[in-house]
Nanobody, 115 residues
């Protein structure tokens, strides 16, 4: 069983930055692929960024060049650095860990980009 706790969301002006954190506990951090998803009101949840156990990352086209996913295995924490934020980035952001058929979600953190 893995417990995931997100933090770092909030209200930011367009062009601003936020860093989200996803702290994991309860299992070996290194065996999981992991990623960030987001869900805006009235829309489906979508993948924002992901990283494999080998360290390969991929990003949604809408965030390439602006968002950076990283992880600190010593702290069992994954991060999403979000720069040049746009109003369309407004959503609840969720972290997810998965291994085979197992998957775990965090509770979500709200990001609102507005002037």
């Amino acid at each position: 069983q893995v417990q995931l706790v997100e933090s770092g969301g909030g209200l930011v002006q367009p062009g601003g930055s936020l860093r989200l954190s996803c702290a994991a506990s309860g299992s070996d951090f290194s065996i999981y692929s992991m990623g960030w998803y987001r869900q805006a009101p009235g829309k489906q949840r979508e993948l924002v960024a992901a990283i494999t156990t080998g360290g390969s990352t991929n990003y949604a086209d809408s965030v390439k060049g602006r968002f950076t996913l990283s992880r600190d295995t010593a702290k069992n924490t994954m991060y999403l650095q979000m720069n040049s934020l746009k109003p369309e980035d407004t959503a609840v952001y969720y972290c997810k860990f998965w291994f085979g058929l197992l998957s775990y979600w965090g509770q979500g953190t709200q990001v609102t980009v507005s002037s």
